[in-house]
């Protein structure tokens, strides 16, 4: 539970800051890592979002021999707002 709520903070860090200003949102999922992200792209892409990179920390770590829990980075915005 810690690594989904971890995860899931992580993806929210962005939206959070402009949601709740000085605060935090955590949400906790009852799925894995992959699946909340996965679940989140989905979402985000039916709001009209686009997302532009999804980041997989645990795989990089992987690579160069490190441990790492899971973690993806999904990296996401609506150019029509943010520009």
């Known amino acids: 539970?810690?690594?989904?709520?971890?995860?899931?903070?992580?993806?929210?860090?962005t939206a959070s800051i402009i949601f709740a200003g000085a605060g935090m949102i955590k949400i906790k999922s009852s799925n894995n890592v992959k699946t909340t992200a996965e679940k989140l792209v989905k979402v985000l892409d039916e709001k009209g979002m686009t997302v532009f990179n999804q980041i997989n920390f645990t795989k990089g770590a992987e690579s160069v021999g490190k441990e790492l829990r899971p973690m993806i980075l999904v990296i996401f915005g609506n150019p029509n707002i943010g520009t």
């Open 1 to 13: 539970m810690k690594k989904q709520t971890m995860i899931i903070s992580i993806i929210l860090f």
